[in-house]
């Protein structure tokens, strides 16, 4: 899978993490979308290199889809605990 690829799934990663959790964010969409593509490629990653499972074959893999969002997810997170949760 190509890096617009990768971006695309980012994209998509990114709303989900944003439906899975809910909420203002300091960034806004932008931000939102961002940290969606960052997480996308650093879930492919830590997925291929500690899991053993390289994840740039095929854009419709389960796999792919649950490191991308997980990725997304855990910089979701540290996001709002680094920059302010606006659930308050």
């Not at 499972?53 to 680094?82: C, M, N, Q």
């Amino acid at each position: 899978m190509g890096i617009i690829g990768w971006i695309i799934l980012g994209l998509a990663a990114g709303a989900i993490a944003k439906l899975l959790l809910p909420g203002r964010d300091p960034g806004g969409f932008i931000g939102t979308t961002l940290i969606g593509i960052a997480g996308s490629f650093i879930g492919g990653w830590l997925s291929a290199r500690f899991l053993d499972r390289p994840v740039e074959k095929h854009f419709f893999d389960l796999y792919t889809w649950g490191a991308a969002i997980g990725g997304s997810l855990v910089l979701l997170i540290g996001y709002r605990l680094l920059f302010g949760n606006s659930r308050d």
